[in-house]
């Protein structure tokens, strides 16, 4: 699989601003969880579509209810730099296996 660049270094200013988007829509794949990886998956491809590239996030190992108002801490790391920035993903718009995701990025590197 050929490893995506992370966000070209106009587009990594717009990242410690508090970036938060909205407007995705995923579909889980069974039942009222899904792994973290899912959240990660959705999360990134909710930042790619803001920024144009996607940047690599971990969301950790867990199981994540699907819960409106549901909150994942995730690291979002710059590949081009090794920095790590806190991230927070919120689950909203739970209608069965189906939800959204709202990304929040810290302002600053850990």
Excluded at 65 to 90: F, H, M, N, Q, R
Aim: charged residues 20%; proline residues 5%.
């Amino acid at each position: 699989m050929p490893r995506r660049r992370f966000l070209p270094s106009v587009a990594i200013a717009l990242l410690p601003m508090g970036l938060l988007l909205t407007g995705c829509s995923f579909s889980a794949s069974a039942g009222l969880t899904v792994p973290a990886s899912d959240i990660a998956d959705a999360a990134a491809g909710a930042l790619e579509e803001q920024v144009g590239t996607r940047p690599d996030l971990d969301c950790g190992d867990e199981r994540v209810k699907l819960i409106d108002e549901t909150t994942v801490d995730c690291t979002l790391t710059d590949p081009s730099s090794g920095s790590e920035y806190d991230a927070v993903v919120t689950i909203s718009d739970v209608e069965g296996t189906k939800y959204h995701v709202a990304v929040q990025v810290a302002d600053t590197a850990n």
